[in-house]
């Protein structure tokens, strides 16, 4: 068996003020062919279980560049066709090729590409031509297109949010594409299009019992995969909404009966899907009732899915109430960073913090605090692999204790703070840029979770952000979408 993998993804906010560039892909993940690391990532995952299976059963591995770049505005046409093209090279130089396994994330979008996962996927195959098995493990906050669908064999997105079940996936997809590849099995792949929008923490009810109802079906007789993908609305591109995947071993009508079901009793949780989302005021307000530690999400400003991550909206609210005993994480703010270092562990300065990256960042603050702790090459934890912040430092103002970074990222791990000498576990209230995934690392140490929705680039409400590129129509904007003239078939 001869095999190749590689990755190419990022989650595309169209409505994020930053680009996407070489830089960002440079700082995130750029491994060339040599360059990849023994231990598994959320987004290498087909390469890792592409590497374990060929080294268990013989198969020659083909593995190649591997690029992954920080969720952000659109990616510069120029990038985006450097890096595919780079892998497409690869590709051809390893034909004749049984199967190729690929990490994509499924919401990519370039200047001139809505669809880029799309658009890689008719080259991959024209290149390795009718007969090779093709698979790809998505993020389920994706775009799921008819051009993606045509050229796999297999769909599989995690099913997990916050997104932890990276490997079981891949070694699903390898299942699959190598099932298919010695002839066993015969991959169809069915989509159900739920016609909504929504964002589906599988922490809680009603997603939690649902994926359990998902990992029941998968049992059944002639169904490979189900996979919910769950969309990215902040991606204004056609194909954005809920969808189901089904894939079944040559069982076509059964996959789409069971994707039209499961997306008919999704669309009927509509309601109950999403947390309930506070603004700043109510949240707060809630969030300073009993005990501590109360972990707020500051879910506007998650740079996960795109958004600066250096907004004061929230900020300003806690230091404009006078709330003691907070801490704050994280803060993107290089040039604040910078000063913090100039200054010193100790030092007490005025600083301008945050506020700069446009409207959705609101205005910077004018603080006068102390640097309680500064850490070079600061990181955290995700899942037991550690994400990079940059130089990191620790500021206190009026017992809120913030910590800034200089590398752009969500609040995953309690490490966050505690790299920088503050103690989340002890504070009254833990305030995290971040829409769920800080729920792995911080679910076990709050008392309570408040979901916090102000102002910023990932505004909750779907209803208000400016799309311009539907091609249909969707709930919230309309009760039925199914009714509706114009609306999903
Ligand atoms: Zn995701």
Redesign the pocket.
């Known amino acids: 068996m001869r095999a190749f993998t590689a990755t190419l993804g990022t989650?595309t906010n169209t409505f994020s003020p930053m680009p996407t560039g070489m830089r960002n892909f440079e700082q995130t993940m750029l491994l060339r062919p040599g360059e990849h690391p023994p231990h598994i990532t959320e987004v290498t995952a087909p390469l890792w279980a592409t590497r374990r299976r060929g080294e268990a059963l013989g198969w020659t591995v083909i593995e190649g560049t591997c690029a992954f770049a920080m969720p952000a505005g659109r990616t510069v046409r120029r990038v985006y066709e450097a890096l595919r093209d780079e892998i497409l090279e690869q590709l051809r130089d390893a034909l004749p090729l049984d199967l190729v396994a690929l990490g994509m994330h499924g919401a990519m979008v370039a200047d001139g590409y809505d669809d880029c996962e799309g658009d890689f996927l008719v080259r991959v195959r024209e290149i390795v031509g009718p007969k090779t098995a093709v698979g790809i493990e998505i993020?389920?906050?994706c775009h799921v297109t008819e051009a993606m669908v045509a050229n796999t064999d297999a769909i599989i997105c995690?099913k997990e949010?916050p997104?932890t079940d990276y490997r079981e996936r891949a070694g699903e997809l390898l299942d699959i594409l190598s099932g298919t590849a010695e002839g066993k099995l015969r991959p169809r792949i069915s989509v159900h299009d739920c016609g909504m929008l929504a964002t589906y923490p599988t922490t809680r009810e009603p997603m939690k019992g649902f994926l359990e109802r998902l990992r029941q079906l998968e049992q059944e007789e002639g169904v490979l995969s189900i996979s919910i993908a769950?969309g990215?609305p902040w991606g204004d591109v056609p194909d954005v909404g809920t969808k189901v995947i089904v894939v079944t071993h040559d069982a076509a009508a059964k996959g789409d009966a069971l994707a039209r079901q499961l997306g008919r009793e999704i669309f009927g949780l509509r309601t109950r899907v999403a947390p309930k989302f506070q603004t700043i005021e109510a949240g707060l307000d809630d969030a300073l009732e009993g005990d501590g530690p109360v972990v707020v999400a500051d879910t506007a400003d998650n740079p996960?899915g795109g958004a600066p991550g250096d907004s004061t909206f929230l900020l300003h609210e806690l230091l404009r109430r006078g709330v003691q005993d907070a801490c704050y994480a994280p803060i993107w703010d290089p040039v604040a960073v910078g000063l913090c270092f100039e200054a010193g562990e100790g030092a007490t300065l005025a600083l301008r913090i945050g506020g700069k990256m446009g409207p959705t960042s609101g205005d910077p603050l004018d603080l006068t605090g102390r640097v309680t702790k500064l850490a070079a090459d600061a990181q955290q934890t995700f899942d037991g692999n550690p994400s990079p912040l940059g130089d990191a430092a620790a500021f206190e103002v009026e017992g809120v204790h913030i910590v800034l970074i200089s590398t752009r990222d969500q609040a995953f791990g309690t490490d966050l703070f505690t790299n920088l000498g503050i103690d989340p576990a002890a504070k009254r209230l833990v305030v995290v840029k971040s829409s769920q995934h800080f729920y792995a690392g911080f679910g076990p140490i709050a008392k309570r979770v408040v979901y916090i929705n102000g102002p910023g680039a990932l505004q909750a409400d779907f209803t208000k952000l400016p799309y311009r590129n539907l091609r249909r129509r969707l709930w919230p904007m309309v009760d039925d979408p199914f009714a509706e003239p114009g609306g999903v078939r």
């Open positions: 989650e993020d389920p906050h995690f949010y997104h769950h990215f996960g």
